[in-house]
């Protein structure tokens, strides 16, 4: 996660050189650029405000859920002698079964072919439910935290598509329309024509 930001943002730093990036553009890239460029601090503001608040919590929450995980992974191998494996489900199935016979044991009932999935990497719970509901609490707090995290990276592409809506809004509104009249002199019949010519155009 952390390596992909810092990717982002040296490919960033590339297209940020560029003077002729269009500025909705802009703000599909940063939120509140195009704004800004389209002269709307207010507006720009707000979106960049956002998007830091965004992005730290997104790393914030993915930080958090990865010191509870190894905190989990450490208390798994202390209580019930878990290997570090990268499995997910090799943690929620520890959490559910006392050791690695007994989640055997029922899957045998069930006739589901998982007996035997968990044999080179066993487990037993030697404080009983206690210490395996706690390590169940604790590895569902790290899951919450990463679920948190990939949802607020959906918000982070949200507001990135909402500020580049935003800013052709803004776009549009200073492409106001402008007249101007030129006078003109037409020569018919021996007589002289004063004439003004209105044009219409847009400022961009």
Known sequence: MQKAFYISLLQLSFLLGSPSINPIVKSLLVPG??????????????????????????????????????????????????????????WV???????NK?????????????????S???????GGDSYRKRFEKMRIDSDKLFFT?????GGIILNHIVSGINTLYLKRIN?????????????????????FKLELGLNN
């Open 120 to 126: 080179s990497n066993p487990w037993f719970w030697e």
């Open 93 to 99: 199935d520890i959490g559910n079964y006392n050791s």
């Open 102 to 118: 007994e989640f055997d044991e029922e899957h045998l009932r069930m006739r589901d072919g998982k007996q035997g999935q968990w």
């Open 33 to 90: 650029w195009g704004e800004a460029s389209l002269k709307h601090q207010k507006s720009s503001r707000f979106f960049i405000h956002s998007e830091v608040i965004l992005l730290v919590s997104c790393l914030s929450s993915y930080k958090i859920g990865d010191m509870k995980q190894n905190q989990y992974i450490a208390f798994a191998n202390e209580h019930a002698g878990a290997k570090n494996i990268s499995d997910h489900r090799y």
């Open 175 to 195: 492409n106001k329309k402008s007249y101007s009249l030129l006078p003109t002199i037409e020569m018919q019949n021996n007589n002289i024509h004063y004439l």
């Open 149 to 153: 995290g990939k949802f607020i990276i």
